[in-house]
């Protein structure tokens, strides 16, 4: 089945403890890309990846870091988390940037910083 | 990218047609017109994109107007389980910019 699988669905972790969120794709896609959804602000781009070791920042890139060394996966990492990262993140994937295909999306990680 | 204007909240009968809404005046001739939905703090989902003709797949139509400044997504048989957050993207495809996601439309589907 096609996917975009997301790694762990839910994480409680304190502030300053380094965590990686995996988010790896079946589908051979070229394009990648991390949003956080928070009530009120809706889904904001945090980073994105045309291709393997090509990666940008999106609208809020602030605090997280990824990389993307193989096609399939595409990681994001927060090296010191604070509660204002308290967020629902998803991981999407799609054929060049979105083309005439769209996005296909992970079913999310629900991330609590105390 | 072209913004858009949707309703923030909408109900439809279940078994009848739900009908969104979706103002994008500022359209340039290369943005397509994509819908996709959220239900439930799931992932979004893709629903259909069009350019300028009406387009039809297993889950909606949209209907784009001929100067293409706005368009409707139809559920032609609305369910419970299409309750959900509709959104109503426009972009240029193969753009480096990414996909922005406005509010959306708030649909609840009712018995």
């Known amino acids: 089945e096609a996917q975009v699988t997301q790694n762990p669905r839910y994480l409680i972790t304190v502030t300053g403890k380094k965590l990686t969120v995996t988010c790896s794709q079946n589908?051979?896609?070229?394009?990648m890309s991390w949003y956080r959804q928070d009530p009120g602000l809706g889904l904001r781009q945090i980073y994105y990846?045309?291709?393997?070791?090509?990666?940008d920042k999106g609208d809020v890139p602030e605090g997280y870091k990824v990389s993307r060394k193989e096609k399939r996966n595409f990681p994001l990492i927060l090296e010191s988390p604070s509660p204002n990262q308290t967020s629902l993140y998803f991981c999407?994937?799609?054929?060049?940037?979105?083309?005439?295909?769209?996005?296909?999306f992970g079913s999310g990680t629900r991330l609590t910083v105390v | 990218d072209a913004k858009t204007t949707q309703p923030t909240s909408m109900d439809c009968a279940e078994g009848r047609a739900a009908n969104l809404p979706c103002n994008h005046s500022t359209i340039s001739g290369n943005e397509y017109v994509y819908w996709y939905r959220q239900i439930h703090s799931q992932g979004p989902q893709y629903i259909i994109h069009?350019?300028?003709n009406n387009e039809t797949n297993e889950m909606a139509s949209l209907i784009i107007t001929e100067d293409r400044k706005s368009s409707t997504l139809i559920l032609p048989h609305a369910t419970l389980r299409d309750t959900a957050v509709y959104y109503c993207?426009?972009?240029?495809?193969?753009?480096?910019?990414?996909?922005?996601f406005g509010a959306g439309t708030r649909l609840t589907v009712k018995p």
């Open positions: 589908m051979n896609h070229e394009y």
């Open positions: 069009g350019l300028k």
């Open positions: 990846s045309m291709n393997v070791e090509v990666t």
């Open positions: 993207i426009v972009r240029v495809p193969y753009n480096n910019n990414d996909m922005r």
């Open positions: 999407a994937s799609s054929f060049a940037t979105g083309g005439l295909y769209g996005y296909t």
